[in-house]
């Protein structure tokens, strides 16, 4: 399983930059029943892709048909590798119930407009990432005997600090995790430490180790911005 899967909403997203996914990113792409044609460009690009494209076309006209099979295959890989973060590509803020839903299961999963926002650190349900909130973490430990492998330490190395720290707009880690907290509405935002290192592990989808969340928080615990009474988080914004 890699490390990765987009689903692709094609009905809803429409034009899509296929050479764009990088590497290790497998791509569950959804054809409507009325989408019998694709561009030629289209088609060569789906062949560089080799086998990590997967065509899927939907039989029959439905109300939500779409949706209803990016959710069953969603479900079916997280079945296979609970730890595979999962991108729905899509507009439809249809799926973002689903999608909290699964994120405070501990799943990574969230929901992308746009392909920067699909291939960056900071897509959309995300912002909604907080809202996966504290028990997120709780819930994640007594999920079918616990998920061992989410508390390793992120992905392996190999990526270099600027490319890390740059999933936006050139912003700092720390810029961008307060942007994340700021944007959340305070009843939402985690409560636990725990929770909170689940819900950034989520936004920059594991990209960033563990360990170096660890030392965020505690970066923004000594500046004030946050404090911890025994594993309760306050936040003082």
């Known amino acids: 399983m890699p490390e990765s899967v987009l689903l692709v909403d094609y009905e809803n997203i429409g034009k899509i930059d296929l050479a764009a996914i ?91 407009n746009t392909m920067g926002e699909a291939l960056g650190a900071g897509g959309t349900v995300a912002s909604s990432a907080a809202e996966q909130e504290s028990s997120a973490a709780g819930r994640q430990g007594g999920r079918s005997g616990g998920r061992r492998g989410r508390r390793g330490g992120g992905r392996r190395g190999g990526r270099g600090e600027s490319e890390q720290r740059a999933p936006g707009e050139g912003a700092s880690l720390r810029e961008d995790a307060l942007r994340l907290l700021m944007g959340t509405q305070k009843t939402r935002r985690p409560r636990k430490r725990k929770g909170l290192i689940a819900v950034l592990h989520s936004h920059f989808m594991r990209k960033i180790p563990e360990t170096e969340l660890q030392d965020l928080v505690s970066e923004l615990i000594a500046q004030g911005e946050l404090s911890d009474n025994n594993g309760a988080i306050t936040y003082h914004f």
């Open 22 to 112: 990088p590497e290790g990113v497998r791509v569950p792409f959804f054809f409507g029943a009325s989408q019998r044609t694709v561009p030629t460009d289209f088609l060569k690009a789906a062949l560089r892709l080799g086998e990590r494209f997967i065509p899927i076309d939907i039989e029959g006209q439905g109300k939500n048909a779409l949706d209803f099979h990016i959710a069953f295959y969603l479900g079916e890989y997280l079945v296979r590798s609970p730890d595979t973060a999962c991108v729905i590509f899509s507009k439809d803020k249809g799926f973002d119930p689903l999608v909290r839903h699964l994120a405070r299961r501990g799943f990574t999963v969230r929901r992308a």
